[in-house]
């Protein structure tokens, strides 16, 4: 499996233990979350709802794609390989 970075938004940061940028692995989105989570436990807590689907305010971008419009969280990760989460911000 080959490393992924991740970009952590500074929301969240102090779950990654300050780190903006971290490396997991897996084969697909959902196994990246996973790594991360087993790192840093309380990733999923925040990303994910009861039932284990991706909040609707939290986006996941693998390189420039939303994964929303590929295969959500069973997007396979292959040579891009970068995640951004991306937290959706409410304003007016």
Known sequence: MPDI???IPS???RISQGKNSVTV???TVREAIADLERQFPGF???LYTS???LHSY???YLG????RFMEGLETKIGEENEIK???AIAGG
């Open 25 to 27: 692995s897996g084969v």
């Open 64 to 67: 420039r794609q939303n994964t």
């Open 85 to 87: 989460i991306i937290p």
């Open 51 to 53: 039932e284990g689907e």
């Open 44 to 46: 999923q807590a925040k």
């Open 58 to 60: 939290v986006n996941i």
């Open 11 to 13: 929301m969240l940061t």
């Open 5 to 7: 970075n991740v970009k």
